[in-house]
């Protein structure tokens, strides 16, 4: 499968092309600067291309089969640019890939996303953005999947997860284990139109996944 990744110089998404570069998908990482190319293509990239989420991309994902979105303003920047990439820079990418006809989505949300006017004051422009994006996602017809993990760590990931379906969970979770989180989702019919929740726990990812 060639997966367009789009947050691919990112933490999650780094991680992410190593764990694809021993899979069978090849992945198509988006960089803003064609000096990020040479770098993630050692990690794992297939292929780099130039593109921007603040504008259109769809020639970037021509002939892809699966959009993974990883991306993010992170939840400490301002506003605008939260929504300029969180939620804007989603939404351009789903319409997108409806338009070329790429059927697969899957998308690196928020815990609190569900319910962002109940979430600390600081940061309800971050979960309001995840949930607008989320929203729009579900609602494209797409395939998607919408993946909204714990409290984010640079730990070692240990590839054990705990999932839920129902606000269920709490905790951390290393990057690397969400990254296999992400790779797994792919091959998993049951991760199909699916949300969930993830956190470290003690069930191999793609058991934790196929539970669902």
Known sequence: MHVFIAGANGQIGQHLLR???????????LVRHPDQGPELQKLGATETVLGNLEQDCSEAMRGCDAVIFSAGSGPHTGPDKTIDVDQDGAIRLVDAAKAMGIKRFIIVSSMGADEPEKGPEKL?????????????LKQSGLNYTIVRPGQLTDDDGTGKVKVSAGQEAFGKIPRQDVARVLLAALDLDNASNRVFEVVSGDTPVSEALAAL
């Open 19 to 29: 764990e694809m570069s021993d899979s069978d998908h090849e992945a198509r990482a």
């Open 124 to 136: 309800r422009h971050y979960l309001w953005a995840k949930h607008n994006a989320d929203e729009h």
